[in-house]
């Protein structure tokens, strides 16, 4: 930010709002962003001790009157988030209590969300390349291997898993490295977690594995789960089409019999995400779903990553990667007989390209979908010093 910039923006920030102090601190809110599960609501703050600034946080707040189990959730996501400690991972600075009301203080993380990644290639008529693909998607197998796998002090499995990985959460910062944000939707084997809602299912439904959205035989939602959802990032940014949304889904769906999935006896499920259909009408098209339908949708894509994004979407989770490790070492062997290096600096450098190309397409204001906005809100409000 520029001096003038810092003049401009300086005195306005010292009328913001203050969301809550801590000790010496006080946590200025900047602009609301989407609320979170529940009666969540989340803030992009500025913590300023004295006449300092220090960098921008994301707020999570549940109010003193709202009901235990939004207050459950961001206890748990906060007693989680102190254990996270990965480069790709957003750090948890703490949970306060103040006048009764919770405050989950978490990294705040600018960048380009995936979604508006795949924005900008439909917009200009071609997708990011399958090797910006297979570069984040590496990252995120990295930390899902990380997650997965994270044990206690005693070295027991905690047993973490994402339920949340879809474009929205994984987000490009303006460095080009890569981060998987937004754990509120984790569950674990953490002692005094609150208990899980029957019929509710958590994060977004569009990327679910067909085990999140109904029962099956072979048992409930475990890592491989988290697997099948990245298999869908992927397919959807190299293909620009989703496969639950595709017409060839949607009309085998139709043809099951009444009550299939996602209907367990009188009480329909519900997803505590907004979303395009019901959860009902999803579980239909996860249980509809041929490998022809995957075919289709990649008939353009190259075949070494056509058999790993096949591989993750397998409809039972034993047909899968066994493990996120596993997975990353495909995805580096195909980034790896590339015909030049694909890194950090390579994929800003396309995505640059395509949000510019996009914006020769359409007026910039058609360009900011939501996630976007809350994304690049960070940018006009950098830390300054008065």
Same mark, same amino acid.
């Given at each position: 930010?520029?001096?003038?910039?810092?003049?401009?923006?300086?005195?306005?920030?010292?009328?913001?709002?203050?969301?809550?102090?801590?000790?010496?601190?006080?946590?200025?809110?900047?602009?609301?962003?989407?609320?979170?599960?529940?009666?969540?609501?989340?803030?992009?703050?500025?913590?300023?001790?004295?006449?300092?600034?220090?960098?921008?946080?994301?707020?999570?707040?549940?109010?003193?009157?709202?009901?235990?189990?939004?207050?459950?959730?961001?206890?748990?996501?906060?007693?989680?988030?102190?254990?996270?400690?990965?480069?790709?991972?957003?750090?948890?600075?703490?949970?306060?209590?103040?006048?009764?009301?919770?405050?989950?203080?978490?990294?705040?993380?600018?960048?380009?969300?995936?979604?508006?990644?795949?924005?900008?290639?439909?917009?200009?008529?071609?997708?990011?390349?399958?090797?910006?693909?297979?570069?984040?998607?590496?990252?995120?197998?990295?930390?899902?291997?990380?997650?997965?796998?994270?044990?206690?002090?005693?070295?027991?499995?905690?047993?973490?898993?994402?339920?949340?990985?879809?474009?929205?959460?994984?987000?490009?910062?303006?460095?080009?490295?890569?981060?998987?944000?937004?754990?509120?939707?984790?569950?674990?084997?953490?002692?005094?977690?609150?208990?899980?809602?029957?019929?509710?299912?958590?994060?977004?439904?569009?990327?679910?594995?067909?085990?999140?959205?109904?029962?099956?035989?072979?048992?409930?939602?475990?890592?491989?789960?988290?697997?099948?959802?990245?298999?869908?990032?992927?397919? $959807?940014?190299?293909?620009?089409?989703? #496969?639950?949304? =595709? @017409? !060839?889904? %949607?009309?085998? /769906?139709?043809? &099951?019999?009444?009550?299939?999935?996602?209907?367990?006896?009188?009480?329909?499920?519900?997803?505590?995400?907004?979303?395009?259909?019901?959860?009902?009408?999803?579980?239909?098209?996860?249980?509809?779903?041929?490998?022809?339908?995957?075919?289709?949708?990649?008939?353009?894509?190259?075949?070494?990553?056509?058999?790993?994004?096949?591989?993750?979407?397998?409809?039972?989770?034993?047909?899968?990667?066994?493990?996120?490790?596993?997975?990353?070492?495909?995805?580096?062997?195909?980034?790896?007989?590339?015909?030049?290096?694909?890194?950090?600096?390579?994929?800003?450098?396309?995505?640059?390209?395509?949000?510019?190309?996009?914006? $020769?397409?359409?007026?910039?204001?058609? #360009?900011?979908? =939501? @996630? !976007?906005? %809350?994304?690049? /809100?960070?940018? &006009?409000?950098?830390?300054?010093?008065?």
């Amino acid at each position: 930010m520029s001096d003038a910039d810092s003049r401009k923006h300086g005195p306005s920030e010292r009328k913001r709002p203050v969301l809550f102090s801590h000790g010496d601190t006080g946590y200025l809110r900047l602009r609301k962003l989407t609320n979170g599960p529940g009666e969540q609501k989340r803030f992009l703050g500025l913590p300023r001790t004295g006449d300092k600034d220090g960098p921008l946080v994301e707020v999570a707040m549940v109010g003193a009157s709202a009901d235990w189990t939004s207050h459950a959730r961001l206890e748990d996501a906060a007693a989680l988030g102190v254990l996270l400690s990965h480069p790709a991972i957003p750090r948890t600075h703490g949970l306060f209590q103040h006048q009764g009301a919770r405050y989950l203080v978490t990294e705040y993380v600018s960048g380009i969300s995936l979604n508006m990644a795949g924005h900008y290639g439909c917009v200009r008529g071609r997708q990011l390349s399958e090797a910006f693909t297979l570069y984040v998607a590496s990252v995120v197998a990295d930390v899902l291997s990380y997650v997965h796998t994270l044990t206690d002090a005693a070295g027991r499995p905690l047993g973490v898993i994402h339920r949340a990985v879809d474009p929205y959460n994984i987000i490009v910062k303006h460095d080009g490295t890569v981060m998987l944000a937004n754990f509120m939707s984790a569950c674990s084997l953490l002692p005094g977690r609150a208990p899980v809602i029957p019929f509710i299912v958590q994060g977004e439904i569009d990327f679910a594995a067909p085990e999140r959205l109904w029962p099956t035989p072979e048992g409930g939602v475990d890592a491989r789960s988290d697997l099948f959802s990245l298999g869908m990032v992927m397919l $959807e940014m190299i293909t620009g089409l989703q #496969l639950y949304g =595709s @017409d !060839e889904v %949607e009309q085998a /769906a139709a043809k &099951l019999p009444p009550g299939h999935p996602g209907y367990d006896g009188e009480v329909p499920w519900v997803s505590e995400v907004r979303s395009w259909t019901t959860v009902e009408q999803m579980a239909r098209r996860a249980a509809a779903f041929r490998s022809e339908h995957i075919d289709h949708l990649m008939r353009k894509v190259s075949g070494p990553v056509r058999l790993i994004i096949h591989k993750l979407l397998r409809r039972g989770p034993s047909e899968r990667y066994a493990t996120a490790a596993a997975l990353k070492g495909d995805l580096d062997a195909c980034l790896g007989v590339l015909d030049r290096p694909y890194g950090a600096r390579e994929a800003m450098e396309e995505l640059l390209k395509a949000r510019s190309e996009a914006m $020769e397409v359409k007026e910039p204001i058609e #360009l900011i979908p =939501s @996630d !976007e906005a %809350e994304r690049r /809100a960070g940018e &006009l409000h950098q830390p300054t010093s008065h």
